[in-house]
């Protein structure tokens, strides 16, 4: 028996083939994945696992493929990284930071969701693959689509910096810039997605390519040594990453994986984007839409698409949430980079922000197992930090000059 | 006939006014509200318009200029 089910709406229920659909055609809900865990149970084992790939596809049994990977093969299975440092600082017993900002190949999480979608995309007939993006996704779906031989396009927003073009241009997808502004690409690619037969990443393929996120959860159970963390601080963007996480570990658990999982799942948006956060501090069971204004434009969007499930998904695992000003953000960047030697884009600044914070309320306690989500690599938004990293010391080309500006004596002692 | 889906949000102050209703004599499309949420302050809904391509279009900027939100149902999909 396939381990996929079927497609079942997320709101009333109602199953559908495992094709290349993604809203319930009665009540429009948005649709996930169902799995034959009964299945899945006989013949996964820690020991199965183990002995897979060093990616994310050793987890493929808990994947939406039906046959083998095609596509990403190397994405995944990056650094947990011990952060003695940064807890030492934070005053925390135990803090580790899942790294993706050295994921394979485009140094975001996004490798992971992009190599799920991709592979289920030629299993279902697709040539082309697309997606609308600003960032991250439009780079991992342009790398992927060229080492797979797949026709791709990128829709961007008119307006978009050129270094952010240039990212994507140097893949050779059709690049797609629309006149206007974000939601003018938005509500295009939506209708473009409903007309043609193309696989959008993010839209028709969605119920698939979420599910890639789940192998951070996957990924730090089992660096840890097959134990669930205490808490967990995860960047929000759509909200979708935060209900996989969430998702993942309790099917780690449904499966015998794991022995339980009292994880507190802990979302982090910035002030200038926290439609999600904000409802949470309001004690809403539902968002308002915002115009996002924050660095942090990896993390922004105004009507996150899973903005209700990461609300349901805190709640239910007893985490909380919270926002961090964009000061905030460019401060948690140096922060890692000055305690762990790790630079995250900006997205890793609002989470090492929050962590701060919840750390500072309480929330998390000093002895909690805790794992922060480094979801993007430093060098792609160099810009957010320019301003706030100092100059070189510039000194003459003379060991005189050198010498004295660092008040050295001789071989290298101090000076007074 | 095509047919395109909306998640509409409307604000505090439009929560009374029969917008649908209106839509659906304003254009030429056919409303049908699929899922929807309305409370005092604040409220939803998904639904489909029916009718020509370009009518739908105007009927969507109709909704915009009466003061609601109108997203796809996907909400937010650039990344």
């Known amino acids: 028996m396939a381990k996929m089910k079927a497609l079942v709406c997320r709101e009333c229920g109602k199953e559908y083939p495992t094709k290349a659909i993604h809203v319930c055609d009665m009540c429009f809900g948005p649709l996930e994945v169902k799995y034959n865990y009964d299945e899945i149970k006989k013949t996964i084992s820690r020991r199965k696992i183990e002995d897979g790939p060093l990616s994310m596809w050793r987890y493929i049994d808990l994947l939406p493929v039906e046959g083998a990977a095609t596509v990403g093969l190397h994405a995944g299975f990056t650094p947990m990284v011990r952060a003695r440092n940064l807890a030492a600082y934070l005053g925390l017993d135990e803090l580790y930071l899942k790294n993706d900002t050295v994921n394979h190949p485009t140094l975001s999480f996004k490798d992971r969701v992009v190599a799920v979608a991709l592979t289920r995309a030629r299993e279902l007939g697709f040539e082309t693959v697309a997606c609308a993006s600003t960032g991250n996704l439009a780079n991992s779906v342009a790398a992927h689509a060229a080492a797979a031989g797949m026709q791709c396009y990128v829709f961007i927003p008119g307006d978009l910096e050129a270094a952010k073009v240039l990212g994507n241009l140097i893949y050779r997808p059709n690049v797609v810039e629309v006149e206007g502004n974000y939601d003018d690409v938005n509500r295009l690619c939506s209708e473009i997605a409903a007309e043609h037969r193309w696989a959008f990443v993010n839209i028709n393929i969605r119920p698939y390519y979420a599910e890639g996120s789940k192998t951070l959860a996957f990924e730090t159970v089992e660096q840890l040594g097959w134990r669930a963390p205490d808490q967990v601080v995860v960047p929000m963007a759509s909200g979708s990453l935060l209900t996989k996480i969430w998702k993942g570990l309790n099917e780690l658990r449904a499966l015998g994986l794991v022995s339980e999982v009292r994880t507190r799942v802990n979302g982090a948006q910035a002030d200038g984007c926290s439609p999600i956060a904000t409802a949470y501090k309001e004690g809403l069971d539902f968002f308002k839409p915002v115009k996002p204004k924050t660095i942090a434009k990896s993390l922004a969007i105004g009507n996150p698409a899973d903005g209700y499930y990461a609300l349901k998904a805190a709640a239910e695992s007893r985490g909380a949430m919270d926002m961090v000003s964009d000061d905030e953000v460019v401060e948690g960047i140096k922060l890692l980079a000055q305690t762990e030697g790790i630079f995250a884009e900006t997205a890793g600044g609002v989470t090492i922000g929050v962590l701060r914070k919840l750390v500072k309320q309480g929330t998390i306690k000093k002895s909690d197992v805790t794992v922060a989500y480094i979801t993007g690599n430093g060098l792609k938004t160099q810009e957010a930090v320019i301003d706030a990293v100092g100059r070189p010391v510039r000194i003459q080309p003379s060991l005189v000059s050198f010498e004295r500006t660092f008040k050295m004596g001789k071989n290298g002692e101090a000076g007074t | ?79």
């Open chain 2, 1 to 79: 006939m095509p047919s395109l889906r909306f998640h509409i949000r409307f604000p505090e102050s439009k929560i009374k006014e029969p917008i649908i209703y209106q839509i659906g004599h304003e254009y030429k499309v056919v409303t049908n509200v699929r899922r929807a949420d309305v409370r005092e302050t604040t409220g939803w809904m998904d639904v489909e318009l029916s009718g020509d391509t370009a009518e739908i279009e105007r009927a969507v900027e109709g909704l915009r200029k009466k003061g609601v939100l109108v997203d796809p149902i996907e909400l937010n999909v650039v990344e």
